[in-house]
Each structure stands twice: as C-alpha cells, then as structure tokens.
C-alpha cells in the first residue's frame, strides 16, 4: 500500500463537493487525472469509496468512514506541521536555563524572564538555581541551554556574553563604625571578621571577591563560611562579621546593617549568560539571548 497525502487530499475534495469538476476546480487540477487518482487510491484501499453514476456522485460506507479518518489524518499532520514550524522559529518548546542565586535580584534578568514568557507563552521555561561551577558541567552536556552565572574561567566549548557588570558593595553591621562611612576600602574590611562563602560550595563570587582582595595584597580572616548569600546577608547582620556582595543584593534591606560602596573602582562582578558551542542553539534560546541584551541595554 501506498497512499500519499495527496491522494487524502484529492478525496476529501471529491467526498465534500460530491462532484469531480467542482473538485477538481478546487484543487488546481483537470479532472481526468482526479478520477484517475481516485480510482487508484480504492484500488490501494482494497474498497469502493465513492458510489458513481453520471449525474451525481455520492459516498458509500467505506468511503464515509475513510472521510473521516483522512480528513483526522490531514489535521493531524497540519498540526504537527504548524508545532515544527513554531519550534524552529522559537516560539515553542522548552528552554532550560540554570541561575545564580544572584540573577533574579537583576532587574534586566527579571524582567526578561517576565517579557519571554509574555511573548512566547508555549516555550515552557525550566528554571534551575544552581551556583556557577555546578552549572559548567549540565551546559557542557546540553542539559542546559542557558546558563546565568558570574565570571569564572570557562572550558574551550563554552561560549559567553557579558550581560552586565555591577559594582561589589560591603555589608556592614549598622553597630560598626565602618557602617557610618560614605564609601570604605577593602583594606578596611580585611581588618573585621569577614562572613563568607565556603570554598567547596562553588559560587563564582567566592574567587572574584577573593581574587579582587589578593590584587591588593589582603587576605580577610574569615571567621564564618556558609553555602547562600542569604545566609551571608543574614549573619551579617547579626553582626558576626562583614562581606561583600554584588550590588544587585542591596534590594534586601535590614535595619541592623548598611550596605556601603567600595572605594576601589575595579570593585566589580560580571553576569554572563553562558552556552555549549558542540550544541546547536535553539531558536528560543537565541531569543531569550536577544530578549536579554535588549533589556539590558534599556534598564
């Protein structure tokens, strides 16, 4: 057997007009070759579908059941044609992306999780919080498309974009006199006991900050090591220490500490939004991508 499409096509013409000229008007072809088509798909169905005479044309029961499940035929492959195209053009699907506990106090972050999901209602987004070394392995595999976190050296088939570069602020509590300041070095910090993340968590942040202190010949005593920035956040202000963490932090707010400005202008983290180069980009990452750098560029 070997039925084609268009001969599903070609009877549903037939069977709804019930008449072979006005079918064939319909389909852009001479009316010969419709009867021909036709006579051959009964032969290929093994059963009389239409019931002729010379006036008129009219269905049998075979040919009222094959109507049916043709035209169920043909809407399901209009549909699944309609499903391929949306994916390819990224308006369907699923996109995976993973983040830094970090990212969603970003605004243009936000707001592009927000705007992607207005635009593109039936790509389903899975988020997934994850600290920046735990995210390098899942984009290297592909089982993340995206992935938000700070800078940190990256292995030769992953590629990035900078999305914004913020300034690190202290956090202080509001009994210290250092909290009193318009702005302190982090000479003044290295003094205090300093609250931060463990080495073996993995964020980002903890080689960045670390790093930008060793730049200046200082070395914190750090005297409490946890896995969260909440955490950090909280513990500073129960005034066991000071830290520091990206600016984007500061829209938590507590009365028993300050956040500060850095004096030192290269007192800065970067958020990159991250991608494997062995994996083909969909056309829903590609947009989430463009979505992201337009809201940067705007906020």
């Avoid at 064939?24 to 088509?37: H, Y």
């Avoid at 990035?160 to 000479?187: G, W």
């Avoid at 080689?207 to 005297?223: A, E, H, K, Q, W």
């Amino acid at each position: 057997m070997n039925i084609e499409l268009r001969h599903l096509r070609y009877f549903v013409a037939v069977a709804e007009e019930l008449h072979f000229g006005r079918a064939a008007a319909r389909l852009n072809i001479s009316q010969p070759p419709l009867s021909q088509q036709i006579q051959l798909l009964e032969q290929q169905v093994g059963a009389r579908l239409l019931a002729r005479t010379n006036r008129s044309v009219a269905l049998t029961a075979a040919g009222k059941q094959f109507l049916a499940d043709s035209r169920q035929i043909l809407g399901l492959v209009n549909e699944a044609a309609a499903r391929a195209e949306r994916l390819h053009q990224g308006e369907a699907g699923e996109l995976r992306i993973g983040f830094t506990s970090s990212a969603p106090f970003i605004r243009a972050v936000s707001d592009t999780l927000s705007l992607f999901r207005q635009h593109y209602p039936d790509v389903h987004l899975q988020t997934r919080e994850m600290n920046t070394r735990e995210q390098l392995a899942p984009l290297g595999e592909g089982a993340l498309d995206l992935g938000l976190l700070r800078n940190t050296p990256l292995p030769d088939t992953l590629h990035h974009e900078v999305i914004l570069r913020e300034p690190l602020m202290a956090m202080i509590p509001s009994a210290c006199a250092l909290a009193q300041k318009p702005v302190v070095t982090l000479a003044e910090l290295a003094k205090e006991p300093f609250v931060f993340f463990d080495p073996h968590v993995g964020t980002g942040l903890y080689d960045d900050i670390l790093g930008l202190m060793r730049r200046y010949n200082l070395s914190p005593v750090i005297t409490q090591e946890v896995g969260e920035a909440m955490t950090i956040i909280g513990l500073v202000a129960a005034g066991l220490g000071v830290s520091i963490l990206p600016a984007s932090f500061n829209k938590v707010q507590l009365h028993e500490m300050r956040w500060v400005p850095l004096a030192e202008e290269d007192a800065v983290s970067e958020m990159w939004l991250v991608w494997s180069g062995h994996h083909e980009q969909s056309q829903a990452a590609i947009r989430f991508l463009q979505q992201l750098i337009r809201t940067v560029r705007n906020t």
